[in-house]
T-cell receptor, first 114, second 112 residues
Framework: EPEVTQTPSHQVTQMGQEVILRCVPISNHLYFYWYRQILGQKVEFLVS????????KSEIFDDQFSVERPDGSNFTLKIRSTKLEDSAMYFC????????????FGPGTRLLVL | AQRVTQPEKLLSVFKGAPVELKCNYS??????LFWYVQYSRQRLQLLLRHISRESIKGFTADLNKGETSFHLKKPFAQEEDSAMYYC??????????????FGTGTRLLVSP
């Protein structure tokens, strides 16, 4: 069964550094998402992406964040200048059709900003 | 604003006991409701969704629009049910509201 994959599984970075989190969605899926979960808190929506553009973003997704689908398979989340409060688990998800369709989640990338 | 509330952080039961994980929501339209489960060291995976009205691993959930609830139930808990359970909602067809809004999760611990 196809799965969403994410790399790396863990990343440690220094405050102010740029990080790129990578995701490979399921191949026939068209809608892509990033969520994050700060330790002990709920899973929060960051951004959704369809047809090579952002379709929705949350208040968390400020100018420090960007997303890209650089080729036919990868979907990336870039944090330009990381802050301590960006430390979280970042989940990528995808689905084939919006709304009612199940979103399939990747295993997550644990980001630690020191 | 959309909101999902899971009042219990931890639910601890013995094997064979009934389980009910509570979920209440706030949404102005007709939402789609989901239960996701996260077993230890594994990814979030869909357990069930209200639109499919099916039972997965013995779990069921009924959408009660009057009480704005979508509680997850299982008559006889098994040890392998121990996991983190998240209730989530998204918008209905045609709403353009496609993101998932999650509750804070309930950890279910089933003891032998």
């Amino acid at each position: 069964e196809p799965e969403v994959t994410q790399t790396p599984s863990h990343q440690v970075t220094q405050m102010g550094q740029e990080v790129i989190l990578r995701c490979v969605p399921i191949s026939n899926h068209l809608y892509f998402y990033w969520y994050r979960q700060i330790l002990g808190q709920k899973v929060e929506f960051l951004v959704s992406f369809y047809n090579n553009e952002i379709s929705e973003k949350s208040e968390i997704f400020d100018d420090q964040f960007s997303v890209e689908r650089p080729d036919g398979s990868n979907f990336t989340l870039k944090i330009r200048s990381t802050k301590l409060e960006d430390s979280a688990m970042y989940f990528c998800a995808s689905n084939r059709v919006r709304s009612q369709e199940t979103q399939y989640f990747g295993p997550g990338t644990r980001l630690l900003v020191l | 604003a959309q909101r999902v509330t899971q009042p219990e952080k931890l639910l601890s039961v013995f094997k064979g006991a009934p389980v009910e994980l509570k979920c209440n929501y706030s949404y102005s339209g007709s939402p789609e409701l989901f239960w996701y489960v996260q077993y230890s060291r594994q990814r979030l995976q869909l357990l069930l969704r209200h639109i499919s009205r099916e039972s997965i691993k013995g779990f069921t959930a009924d959408l009660n629009k009057g009480e704005t609830s979508f509680h997850l139930k299982k008559p006889f808990a098994q040890e392998e049910d121990s996991a983190m359970y998240y209730c989530a909602l998204s918008g209905g067809r045609g709403t353009g509201f496609q993101k998932l809004v999650f509750g804070t999760g309930t950890r279910l611990l089933v003891s032998p």
